[in-house]
């Protein structure tokens, strides 16, 4: 009998998926909970389950070739953590079946204490079924080939009529990244940062380095839309809302970016430092401009007070630019039926609201609110719980893509 020849590992060759909004088995399934209960998954768990028993069996017998053994081993490490963690839900859901049906016994017999202690129970085997569905959805959708890459990330004012509030919130949204890297226990290197003349901020770009950094923030890429009564001028005694905007870039830079470079390709301007708050400024010309002519793509570093190593840092954001395009490239080639937001991506798209006259925070693309900007500004548990929800959005619709996939398959061969 053959083994089923797909493994939790080749999800990501299927298909690179992102967070895309569409079909209605999308909206329905929006956490992990709830694909497990869909009626393909269920069968699809459990046909990797009959197969992970049927190579365990087959590996205990003992009677194979050594080329049959090795295969089988690396097939079973595949599925061990997928089968252990399916066992475990199944276990779980047994118990709570058995907690309902005395639940119904001790009500009839009015046995409230007994109760209380079941309910209690059957509350926290629901919250451990719960962890364990987000389990299952990590351990079926593999990491991406950048996921554990430290990051270049970018920030710039937009444009609005009438006020300066989109420094104000650039400047707010890169101390939020920048204490979300402190929160992380991650590196965060100011490569530059060029001050607005009211306080606020117009540009700024920082390297930040650390475990599972482009995972955390590569759907932080975007536009991020700010609505608030600004704190000086006409606007904020008239009380009149503003609309601003400021966007996000992410790029992933793999320790080792094989990208060539030409001398000819580049032209090299140096200036004078501005600095954050009157930090790092100096009188000498060690800012660094790089200007990649092919391309047009353009690098500042003034971080550093050396001109030489300010230069080194431009190099390596420029080469982490250049090998973007080619990650680009390569997924919309793989995807060009579908819309891509990975990342750099469709910067136009506004992905998030931070209006400040209701203190709340909308990511459109998961339709998630969350109340007090002022805890999620901090760079905190508020920031890192939304992060982690659009991820688990992310894998549910990884696989649910997947499993519509095999629905379709399952409709064409029928």
């Known amino acids: 009998m053959g083994m089923h020849n797909w493994g939790p590992k080749s999800l990501l060759d299927t298909a690179r998926f992102t967070l895309t909004f569409g079909s209605q088995l999308r909206r329905k399934h929006r956490d992990s909970h709830g694909l497990w209960k869909h009626e393909a998954m269920q069968k699809y768990l459990e046909t990797l389950n009959k197969e992970y028993q049927r190579v365990s069996h087959l590996l205990n017998a003992g009677s194979i070739s050594d080329f ?4 089988l081993r690396r097939r079973h490490a595949d599925l061990s953590p997928v089968a252990a963690v399916y066992q475990e839900i199944k276990e779980a859901e047994r118990e709570v079946q058995e907690l309902e049906a005395m639940c119904k016994e001790l009500e009839s ?12 129970e059957k509350e926290t085997l629901g919250k451990k079924i719960d962890t364990l569905c987000k389990k299952l959805s990590q351990t079926l959708v593999p990491k991406q080939k950048y996921d554990g890459s430290p990051v270049i990330l970018e920030v710039t004012a937009g444009r609005t009529t009438g006020g300066d509030i989109c420094q104000q919130f650039t400047k707010e949204m890169f101390e939020m990244y920048q204490n979300y890297a402190d ?24 390297q930040i380095s650390g475990d599972d950094v482009y995972r955390h923030l590569k759907y932080e890429g975007g536009t991020h839309r700010v609505q608030r009564i600004p704190e000086t001028g006409l606007s904020s005694r008239m009380q009149r809302i503003h609309t601003g905007t400021m966007s996000v870039i992410v790029l992933p830079q793999p320790e080792e970016v094989d990208i060539k470079v030409e001398p000819k390709d580049l032209r090299i301007d140096t200036f004078r430092a501005k600095g954050a708050g009157g930090q790092h400024v100096n009188k000498t010309d060690s800012a660094v401009r790089i200007v990649h002519l092919p391309t047009g793509l353009t690098v500042e570093c003034q971080q550093e007070r050396s001109q030489q190593m300010n ?6 954001t420029l080469r982490a630019k250049l090998y973007q395009q080619i990650v680009e490239k390569q997924l919309s080639q793989e ?27 909308t990511d ?12 999620i500004l901090s760079g905190k548990e508020a920031l890192d719980k939304l992060i982690n929800r659009l991820l688990e959005f992310a894998e549910v619709e990884a696989l649910t893509e997947y499993l519509e996939n095999l629905q379709s398959l399952e409709r064409g061969g029928s």
């Not at 049959?68 to 295969?71: K, N, V």
């Not at 017999?109 to 209690?120: G, S, W």
């Open 183 to 206: 929160y992380k226990s991650w590196t965060f290197d100011i490569l530059n940062y060029t001050p607005a003349e009211i306080g606020g901020l117009h540009h700024a770009a920082a």
């Open 68 to 71: 049959e053994e090795r295969s």
């Open 109 to 120: 017999r009015e046995e409230k204490q007994l109760l209380e202690l079941a309910l209690e």
């Open 364 to 375: 459109h693309r998961i339709s998630y609110d969350a109340r007090n900007i002022k805890e």
């Open 311 to 316: 230069r080194e840092l431009a190099l390596r």
């Open 335 to 361: 995807q060009s039926a579908r819309k891509l937001q990975l990342g750099t991506r469709a910067q136009s798209e506004r992905i998030r609201t931070y209006n400040f006259t209701q203190d709340r925070v």
